[in-house]
């Protein structure tokens, strides 16, 4: 397949729909785009309603190009990645993969600009990101829930605010930042760089004072990441977890057991932040971001250094130092909900406490003046007659018979 032939297809395929974020090639099935967060067939010309092996190993051949060194990692370990560029139109990030012996392709879209907090609609508290001079920060969630979003959107307050060197380590490069106050270098793995740890090994001698690394993949690229919060820079960088207690406990064991409690005392050290974020379906189409923000403060580095017990927890903590900017996912939905931007069901579906969200919720419908139950239509049955008591007697509920 020639590029020029690519190309189109990938055209009709970003002009389907609106707000497409990933374009999906797999044996069997349609060419397909997700938007939203649904996945979608995509007719295109000439028609491709069945994708044949041959056909996805094409799409991939054409994507890889004369890279003799990508060909060669993808069929050594199965799977590679690479940045795509549609001339002018978009970018995205690739990942081909082997599956059953057979090729599929996803294309992640890359936003064209960098996208500010004001933009996305995140809390007031995230430009708090960009305020320390140096530690930890972590941006956390599932894939595809737009952590690396959220980073350039801190990375850009920084841009327009501070006069500083800004080494970024990215797979691939996601936004280009503009000249403004900063100097950014960014670098893109397999291109200028072989693997995040050494990369970020490099970069404590290119004389920086923020450095974004793309994930914390493994426990070297944790250590030397931790070292150089320790040493004055400002590290920000994202992991796979689902909340801010799950995050320390990742990092934990990423060591060996008799590490544990050094790494407890670098890591109540040198964290600043934990930011964990979630994307809901947003009323109306489209997704809205949720996020849990859990900032540093003595209670939590105590339960770094010692761990969670009884009454003492991330969550708890969290919501009890919500007056000094943090806060819980459950905060931060119920206001999603009170602004009318999601669905109760989506509320109660996506808490991490359904009991908290549910009372909220029921708070947030009474003060509208909204049914908060459905118990409606009950009433006292007059001819119930209790059970008789041990002396023998039954009791009647209700008013007494009319004689």
């Given at each position: ?34 938007a ?48 795509y ?10 990942n081909?993969?082997q ?6 392709i ?96 490099a ?72 930011v ?20 540093m ?24 130092s ?44 009474a ?37």
């Amino acid at each position: 397949m020639q590029r020029h032939e690519l190309d189109r297809i990938l055209t009709q395929m970003l002009e389907a729909h609106d707000s497409v974020s990933d374009l999906n090639f797999t044996v069997g099935h349609p060419p397909q785009v997700e938007a939203s967060g649904h996945l979608t067939p995509v007719v295109t010309d000439p028609p491709l309603s069945h994708l044949t092996p041959f056909q996805t190993e094409r799409v991939a051949l054409a994507l890889v190009g004369a890279d003799r060194r990508l060909t060669e990692f993808l069929v050594r370990t199965g799977s590679c990645d690479l940045p795509y560029a549609l001339g002018t139109t978009a970018r995205f990030r690739v990942n081909i993969f082997q599956q059953r012996g057979n090729y599929s392709i996803v294309l992640r879209k890359l936003a064209s600009d960098v996208p500010t907090i004001d933009r996305m609609g995140l809390p007031p508290v995230m430009r708090k990101l960009a305020e320390p001079r140096n530690g930890l920060i972590l941006i956390t969630g599932a894939t595809g829930s737009g952590k690396s979003t959220t980073l350039a959107a801190v990375l850009d307050i920084i841009n327009e605010n501070k006069a500083v060197h800004v080494v970024t380590l990215e797979d691939p490069v996601e936004f280009v930042h503009p000249v403004k106050k900063a100097t950014f270098n960014q670098r893109e793995l397999g291109t200028d760089f072989d693997a995040f740890a050494s990369g970020l090994r490099a970069a404590l001698r290119q004389a920086p004072k923020v450095i974004l690394v793309g994930e914390m993949r493994d426990r070297e690229t944790l250590e030397i990441g931790l070292a150089a919060a320790e040493t004055g820079h400002l590290v920000m960088s994202t992991l796979h977890t689902v909340d801010a207690g799950q995050t320390i406990n990742r990092m934990l064991g990423m060591f060996d057991k008799d590490e544990e409690r050094q790494i407890r005392m670098r890591l109540a050290d040198t964290i600043r932040y934990v930011v964990c974020q979630r994307l809901l379906p947003k009323v109306g189409g489209g997704r809205v971001a949720a996020l849990e923000v859990m900032g540093m403060n003595l209670r939590i580095e105590d339960i770094i250094l010692n761990g969670e017990s009884e009454g003492k927890t991330y969550y708890e903590i969290i919501q009890d130092s919500e007056a000094l900017g943090m806060q819980t996912f459950d905060t931060h939905i119920l206001q999603l909900f009170k602004d009318g931007l999601i669905t109760e069901e989506t509320a109660l579906s996506y808490a991490s406490k359904k009991s908290v969200v549910a009372r909220g919720a029921d708070l947030i419908k009474a003060t509208k003046g909204e049914k908060t139950s459905d118990i409606e239509g009950l009433s006292l049955d007059a001819e119930y007659v209790k059970p008789a008591d041990p002396r023998g007697k039954s009791q009647r509920i209700g008013p007494p018979p009319k004689r």
